[in-house]
C-alpha cells in the first residue's frame, strides 16, 4: 500500500474545479501524472538521497555542538522532549504535519520514497493526513464529558498516509500544476513548518511567524521586501539538503553555523570614532544580535510559558479536532533576557538525569558560555517556562503520552501512560522548568540601535541599563578592583575613560574575576616558583603583576 494517496485530476474534477493554468518550467513541461516522490526520484535521486539523510527527514543528527552528549545522533525523533508539546513522539501525529516525511514519523527508518520533495518546493501544495475512521477513539474528558477522536490512516508498519488537501489550494489545482511549478524554497516555504511550532502562529521562536513572509522593515530588514529581500538560504546555506543553524535548544548540527560576519565582515561599522568602538564590541564579546534585535515578537505575540495545570481548550489542535493544551501566556514586542554563548548548549534527552536549580526548577536547554569564555559573545535570549513537568525521584524526566493530554485535559493520565510507554516505574514529582532559546531572526534598521548609554549610562548615573551586567558576571570582582585600590592608590574616572587606560595594560580578568577565597601557598613559597622570594605591599604586588597578564589562578585559589 503507497504511503501517498494522489487521486489528483479526478477528485478536482468531482470537487467542480476547472482546470488551473500553470507557468510551466523547462525540464518539467513533460510531467502529465504526479505519483509522489517517485516522479521526483526519476530525474532527481541523488538530491532524494541528499534529503534523505538530512536533519529534517531524520528528524536527528550529530550532537557535536551539544555538550551533554556530543558524538551521538539525537533529535526531535531521538530522545527528543521539550518545554512546549513536550514529547512530540508520542502525539499520534499531531506533530507529524507539517514536517517533509510525509509517513509521519513511522518507528522505522525512512526510505528515499518518503521524501515528499513539495513540501519544501512548492508554495502552492498543501497536504493532510488522510483520515482513518476505523480507529475512532471516544475518551472521557477531565470534565467528565465524551470526545471522540479519528487518527491518521497506517500500514502496518506505523506508516501514516497523506494526501493533497484540495481545500487549502487554490480552486482547480491538481498535482500536475504543482509538479510542474516547483521553485526553490522561499520565505513561505519554510515558514510553512516554523512558523507555527508549538502550534500557533509566533507561538515557539519569538522571532519568526506567518508574517515574516513579507515583513516591515522594522520587523526584519534582512527579508523585508523592501530592504534586503533575503531568502532563509541566504544565511542557512545549503549543500546536499543540509543546512546550517542551529538554536541554543536544539541537538543536532549539520552543516556550518551562519554568522554575521559571513556578509558584514569583522568591522561592519563605519571607520568613525563611534565606529571604531562598535567594531571593537562585535570582534569581541558583544553578538551583534544584542544591539540589533532589542524585542522580539515584534508580528505577533508569542509563548512565554505554558501551564500543563490549567487545561485550556485549542479547538483547532489536532487537525481541527480540537485539544486541551496548556494554559499559554503570550505576549509580543518583548524585551529579551541575555547569556553568554560560546555556540555549544545543554540540552536534556530524554532517559538522561537532570540536576534540579537551586530554586527547584530544572532547565532543559542552556546556554554554555562565561564572562570572557572562549568563543563566548553575549546574545539575546527568550527565556520559555512551562509547568507541571514529571520527573521522577532519580532525576530523569518523563515523556508524557502527549496525545493523551491534548484529547483528556488530565497530565496526569498521559504521565501514567508515558512511563508506561518508556518501561519507567516507581513515584514522581512536578517541577517547573524554562529552556532558553536564541533569537537571531528579527534584525531591526540600524537607525534602531541603541546609543551608547543604552548600555553604559551616562557620567550621572549607570541604573536601569539594556544590559544585565551584573547578571553576566562584569561586576563580580574584589572590593579592592571596585574601589580602584587593587594595584595603586585611590583614583577617580569616568566610566569610558578608565577603560581606555586599563584595557590597553592587562585582560578583563584583571578586575572582572571573582574574590579569591585564599592564596594557593604561603608568599614564603609561592613567590618562589617564579623568583627569588620578594616583599611588597598587595598594591605593588598587583600592580607588577596583572598588567603582565598572570590570572588570578596563577597565585590565588578562585571559588
Given at each position: 500500500m503507497k504511503k501517498f494517496l494522489f487521486a489528483t485530476s479526478a477528485l478536482a474534477i468531482l470537487c467542480g474545479a476547472t482546470h488551473a493554468q500553470a507557468v510551466v518550467l523547462p525540464g518539467h513541461a513533460n510531467i502529465t501524472a504526479y505519483n509522489g516522490p517517485s516522479t521526483c526520484l526519476a530525474c532527481h535521486p541523488t538530491q532524494g538521497t541528499d534529503m534523505l539523510n538530512s536533519i529534517h527527514m531524520q528528524w536527528k543528527g550529530t550532537t557535536t555542538e551539544l555538550t551533554n552528549a556530543p558524538g551521538q545522533s539525537l533529535g526531535k525523533g531521538v530522545k527528543g522532549i521539550n518545554t512546549f508539546c513536550t514529547y512530540a513522539m508520542s502525539s499520534g501525529g499531531a506533530c507529524f504535519n507539517c514536517h517533509v516525511r510525509a509517513d509521519g514519523n513511522a518507528p522505522h527508518s525512512p526510505s528515499v520514497n518518503d521524501v515528499d520533495c513539495l513540501m519544501c518546493h512548492s508554495d502552492t501544495y498543501m497536504r493532510k493526513t488522510t483520515p482513518d475512521p476505523s480507529t475512532a477513539l471516544t475518551v472521557t474528558d477531565y470534565l467528565g464529558q465524551l470526545k471522540t477522536y479519528i487518527f491518521g490512516l497506517r500500514d502496518a508498519q506505523g506508516n501514516y498516509f497523506t494526501e493533497p488537501d484540495?481545500?487549502?489550494?487554490?480552486?482547480?489545482?491538481?498535482?500536475?500544476?504543482?509538479?510542474?511549478?516547483?521553485?526553490?524554497?522561499?520565505?513561505?516555504?519554510?515558514?510553512?513548518?516554523?512558523?507555527?511550532?508549538?502550534?500557533?502562529?509566533?507561538?515557539?521562536?519569538?522571532?519568526?511567524?506567518?508574517?515574516?513572509?513579507?515583513?516591515?522593515?522594522?520587523?526584519?530588514?534582512?527579508?523585508?521586501?523592501?530592504?534586503?529581500?533575503?531568502?532563509?538560504?541566504?544565511?542557512?546555506?545549503?549543500?546536499?539538503?543540509?543546512?546550517?543553524?542551529?538554536?541554543?535548544?536544539?541537538?543536532?548540527?549539520?552543516?556550518?553555523?551562519?554568522?554575521?560576519?559571513?556578509?558584514?565582515?569583522?568591522?561592519?561599522?563605519?571607520?568613525?570614532?563611534?565606529?571604531?568602538?562598535?567594531?571593537?564590541?562585535?570582534?569581541?564579546?558583544?553578538?551583534?544580535?544584542?544591539?540589533?534585535?532589542?524585542?522580539?515578537?515584534?508580528?505577533?505575540?508569542?509563548?512565554?510559558?505554558?501551564?500543563?495545570g490549567v487545561p485550556t481548550w485549542n479547538p483547532a489542535f489536532c487537525n481541527g479536532q480540537g485539544g486541551y493544551v496548556g494554559e499559554e501566556v503570550k505576549l509580543a514586542n518583548v524585551t529579551p533576557q541575555y547569556r553568554w554563548f560560546d555556540g555549544t548548549s545543554y540540552v536534556y534527552n530524554t532517559g538522561e538525569k537532570i540536576t534540579k536549580n537551586a530554586d527547584g526548577t530544572v532547565t532543559m536547554a542552556k546556554a554554555n558560555g562565561k564572562i570572557f569564555g572562549t568563543n563566548a559573545k553575549i546574545v539575546p535570549i527568550k527565556n520559555h517556562t512551562t509547568t507541571k513537568?514529571?520527573?521522577?525521584?532519580?532525576?530523569?524526566?518523563?515523556?508524557?503520552?502527549?496525545?493523551?493530554?491534548?484529547?483528556?485535559?488530565?497530565?496526569?493520565?498521559?504521565?501514567?501512560?508515558?512511563?508506561?510507554?518508556?518501561?519507567?516505574?516507581?513515584?514522581?514529582?512536578?517541577?517547573?522548568?524554562?529552556?532558553?532559546?536564541?533569537?537571531?531572526?528579527?534584525?531591526?534598521?540600524?537607525?534602531?540601535?541603541?546609543?551608547?548609554?543604552?548600555?553604559?549610562?551616562?557620567?550621572?548615573?549607570?541604573?536601569?541599563?539594556?544590559?544585565?551586567?551584573?547578571?553576566?558576571?562584569?561586576?563580580?570582582?574584589?572590593?579592592?578592583?571596585?574601589?580602584?585600590?587593587?594595584?595603586?592608590?585611590?583614583?577617580?574616572?569616568?566610566?569610558?575613560?578608565?577603560?581606555?587606560?586599563?584595557?590597553?595594560?592587562?585582560?578583563?580578568?584583571?578586575?572582572?574575576?571573582?574574590?579569591p577565597t585564599a592564596l594557593k601557598s604561603p608568599t614564603s613559597t609561592l613567590c618562589k616558583t617564579c623568583h627569588s622570594l620578594k616583599s611588597g605591599t598587595s598594591q605593588y604586588v598587583h600592580g607588577k603583576h596583572i598588567p603582565k597578564g598572570y590570572a588570578c589562578t596563577t597565585c590565588h585559589i578562585m571559588p
Open positions: 484540495y481545500a487549502l489550494m487554490p480552486a482547480g489545482t491538481t498535482m500536475v500544476d504543482v509538479a510542474k511549478n516547483v521553485h526553490k524554497p522561499t520565505r513561505k516555504s519554510c515558514l510553512r513548518c516554523h512558523a507555527k511550532a508549538a502550534g500557533s502562529d509566533w507561538a515557539k521562536r519569538g522571532d519568526m511567524g506567518v508574517n515574516t513572509a513579507a515583513p516591515t522593515d522594522a520587523q526584519d530588514v534582512h527579508m523585508s521586501p523592501t530592504r534586503g529581500n533575503m531568502s532563509c538560504a541566504a544565511c542557512h546555506t545549503t549543500s546536499k539538503h543540509k543546512i546550517g543553524g542551529r538554536g541554543i535548544d536544539l541537538r543536532a548540527t549539520e552543516a556550518v553555523d551562519p554568522k554575521c560576519q559571513d556578509c558584514h565582515g569583522t568591522a561592519p561599522h563605519a571607520a568613525t570614532t563611534i565606529g571604531t568602538k562598535m567594531n571593537r564590541h562585535a570582534a569581541s564579546r558583544v553578538g551583534c544580535q544584542t544591539c540589533h534585535i532589542k524585542t522580539f515578537g515584534k508580528g505577533g505575540a508569542t509563548e512565554m510559558s505554558r501551564d500543563w513537568i514529571a520527573m521522577l525521584a532519580d532525576g530523569r524526566i518523563v515523556p508524557p503520552a502527549i496525545m493523551w493530554m491534548f484529547m483528556t485535559g488530565d497530565m496526569n493520565q498521559a504521565i501514567a501512560k508515558g512511563m508506561l510507554d518508556q518501561g519507567m516505574t516507581g513515584s514522581y514529582t512536578y517541577v517547573n522548568g524554562n529552556a532558553e532559546m536564541l533569537i537571531t531572526h528579527g534584525v531591526e534598521p540600524k537607525t534602531m540601535a541603541p546609543a551608547c548609554a543604552t548600555c553604559h549610562g551616562t557620567y550621572s548615573g549607570h541604573n536601569n541599563l539594556m544590559l544585565p551586567f551584573t547578571q553576566l558576571g562584569y561586576h563580580t570582582m574584589p572590593a579592592s578592583a571596585k574601589g580602584c585600590t587593587m594595584c595603586h592608590s585611590k583614583k577617580t574616572a569616568a566610566w569610558e575613560s578608565m577603560h581606555n587606560t586599563h584595557r590597553s595594560k592587562f585582560a578583563c580578568t584583571g578586575c572582572h574575576s571573582a574574590t
